[in-house]
């Protein structure tokens, strides 16, 4: 079971970055899958949550600028993010409900399996 990041990169402010998850070894559409990051020095925090029913979730600081979808055929969890700011600077992981620990615990879900993470970096 593996979960791999890709998408990440440097991008100006206000720019756009499209994220990717893709799983082998399990179907995305079986469990909660997640985006979180954290900045250095910084805690790890979630950033959007994609439950089996495609309920979503985002925290505060995102809303209505990031969108988290999911592609079925292709076993991918993708997060569209717009309008980026420099604190939107951070590494990048996904998670799916359950798997492997360590574990955080977000919109009701303990994450695990965590992918190497992508670096995303906005700056001018």
């Known amino acids: 079971v593996q979960l791999v990041e890709s998408g990440g990169g440097l991008v100006q402010p206000g720019g756009s970055l499209t994220l990717a998850c893709a799983a082998s070894?399990?179907?995305?559409?079986?469990?909660?899958t997640g985006w979180f990051r954290q900045a250095p020095g910084k805690e790890r925090e979630g950033v959007s949550c994609i439950n089996i029913d495609g309920t979503t979730y985002y925290a505060d600081s995102v809303k209505g600028r990031f969108t988290i979808s999911r592609d079925n055929f292709n076993n991918t969890v993708y997060l569209q993010m717009n309008s980026l700011k420099p604190e939107d600077t951070a590494v990048y992981y996904c998670?799916?409900?359950?798997?492997?620990?360590?574990?955080?615990?977000?919109?009701?879900?303990?994450?695990?399996?965590w992918g190497q993470g992508t670096q995303v970096t906005v700056s001018s």
């Open positions: 998670a799916r409900d359950g798997g492997r620990p360590p574990f955080t615990t977000a919109w009701g879900h303990d994450f695990g399996s």
């Open positions: 070894g399990l179907r995305l559409d079986d469990y909660a």
